[in-house]
């Protein structure tokens, strides 16, 4: 990383006491970068506990936004606008009141990779990390609709028990992840743990030793005494890993284990972003009242 910005960046912060936060897939020089790295749970508490004015936002523009919903009074700048995620994407605001009038009295979880629009419209988000355990404490009696991951909802179901209704959606990185590319390298590491995303496909998620968030694999790697991981998500993770353990060998489960949008992000944005403040994320005031309503049970712990 050129030294000069790294100095003009650090100088930035100081002068607009701002922080930097990144996703465990942002490219290696910005998890260098950044004060803080974490999935999307981690992140969501971060940003509403941090102490500063600024918050540098390193990520896809949900975890931009729901950091803006978390804490308004801070200015949440997300350096490159066009960084958006593909599985949010698939389902607007409009399409998700059309949905909930076929579906009466439904329960509507969202996982947190949805926009801040579509949230306002949802009564408990989750994350990878929590789904499970969030969803098995919801009423029985009630319907759930699950949105946007298909996967991850149907990953849920499956550990829970509990049927959903679920949206359609995927992410278009972890879809491509298969079973085959996972046995295949059980063969030629036989005693590597097999670590997977739950944004996976579930026959891909059958391979599976352990199905974690890329938080989850963190603390899984830290604490294991095994020395060899098939890691089956976005490879930006390695980074962390190594950095963390750097004694343990981690073999990405595909060359095509990429989020595109998770790539946008350079030093030269951060720099950009925090010298002519951009792009501050900007929600409606009835938006994101609406929008923390869902993040703040899930935060809280408060299924009612
Ligand atoms: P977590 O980091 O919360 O596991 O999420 C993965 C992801 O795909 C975020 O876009
Ligand atoms: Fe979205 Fe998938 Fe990329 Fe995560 S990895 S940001 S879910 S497209």
């Known amino acids: ?9 650090k100088e930035l912060k100081l002068q607009r006491n701002a922080m930097i936060v990144a996703h465990n897939y942002q490219l290696p ?3 260098d970068l950044a004060d803080f790295t ?3 749970l981690e992140l969501s508490v971060k940003a509403a506990s941090i102490d500063c004015q600024v918050l ?6 949900f975890m931009a936004e729901t950091a803006k919903i978390l804490s308004p009074a801070k200015t949440v700048l997300f350096p490159v606008l066009e960084a958006g995620c593909p599985m949010a994407d698939m389902i607007t605001r409009e399409e998700l009141i059309a949905f909930k009038q076929d579906h009466p009295g439904a329960i509507v979880v969202c996982y947190v ?7 306002a419209e949802c009564d408990i988000a989750v994350t990878s990390a929590n789904a499970a355990r969030i969803v098995s404490q919801l009423p029985p009696e009630r319907e759930i609709i699950f949105l946007p991951d298909r996967h991850l909802g149907a990953y849920v179901q499956a550990k829970t028990g509990r049927q959903m209704v679920l949206w359609p959606g995927y992410c278009p990185t972890h879809a491509r992840i298969t079973p085959q ?6 063969n030629r590491y036989p005693n590597a743990v097999v670590l997977v995303h739950p ?9 599976a030793d352990e199905v974690l968030s890329t938080g989850g694999m963190c603390t899984f790697v830290r604490t294991s005494t095994s020395k060899q991981f098939i890691i089956a998500t976005e490879s930006g993770i390695i980074h962390r890993l190594k950095k963390e353990n750097p004694n343990a060998e981690y073999i990405p489960v595909s060359p095509y284990a990429i989020c595109p949008n998770m790539k946008q992000i350079h030093v030269e944005d951060v720099l950009r972003a925090l010298e002519k403040m951009e792009y501050p994320i900007q929600l409606s005031e009835e938006i994101r009242e609406r929008a ?12 009612e």
């Not at 990383?1 to 960046?9: E, F, G, S, V, Y």
């Not at 590319?181 to 059980?186: M, S, V």
Request: with cysteine.
């Open 181 to 186: 590319e996972i046995r295949a390298l059980r």
């Open 56 to 61: 540098v936002f390193c990520g896809v523009r």
């Open 38 to 40: 974490g999935d999307s």
């Open 292 to 303: 923390l309503l869902p993040l703040r049970r899930m935060l809280d712990g408060r299924i």
């Open 29 to 31: 020089e910005i998890q």
């Open 199 to 207: 944004e996976c496909p579930s026959d891909t998620i059958e391979e």
């Open 1 to 9: 990383m050129d030294a000069t910005i790294k100095q003009r960046i």
């Open 113 to 119: 990779n949805s926009s801040a629009e579509v949230k």
